[in-house]
């Protein structure tokens, strides 16, 4: 008789846990990035064909051909800062994030802007919404001495039309 009960409590737990799993599951997607996430595998396929992508929760990465690299930037005194490892394209690749965040963008850099480190550029942009009340920042991550000026341009519009491809 206990080991019945015991039987159904373990049933009736694991019923619980996986009603509570798919709920997570869905809330590991933001359903408004979920346009702008297809429109951006459309265009990475269309570019980079070997491009892995995701979307969990309120960010969008992508990534084909990258490794690490070691980057050490100048700081404003002209010293060098300690060097540090970052993910970033070898040639033929592409690396990038999109980020939906609430209100303005509030960042000490000016946007859009790119920089440039050394072995690759790193484009920022950070469009508003007014009308949503939100901006995406995005970090789009493209090799120094090659790009594809069409992704760039195809990429650029879709980030910078997000507000009427974002769902309310």
């Not at 799993?21 to 297809?38: F, G, V």
């Not at 100048?74 to 060098?80: D, V």
Request: proline fraction near 5%; include cysteine.
């Amino acid at each position: 008789m206990i080991r019945i009960h015991a039987i159904a409590c373990l049933c009736l737990c694991a019923a619980l846990l996986a009603g509570a799993q798919s709920q997570d599951d869905e809330s590991l997607q933001n359903p408004k990035l979920k346009e702008i996430y297809s429109n951006t595998r459309r265009i990475l396929t269309r570019h980079y064909p070997e491009a892995t992508s995701h979307l969990l929760k309120d960010k969008i990465h992508f990534e084909s051909d990258t490794r690490l690299f070691i980057i050490h930037v100048p700081l404003k005194t002209g010293q060098w800062q300690d060097p540090w490892e970052e993910r970033g394209p070898k040639k033929g690749g592409v690396l990038g994030t999109i980020e939906l965040r609430e209100g303005e963008y509030g960042g000490a850099a000016m946007v859009p802007q790119t920089f440039d480190k050394h072995y690759y550029k790193v484009m920022l942009m950070a469009p508003y919404s007014r009308k949503r009340n939100c901006h995406l920042y995005v970090h789009l991550y493209i090799p120094r001495l090659e790009s594809k000026p069409e992704f760039i341009k195809e990429f650029t519009e879709l980030v910078n039309s997000f507000e009427t491809t974002i769902k309310e």
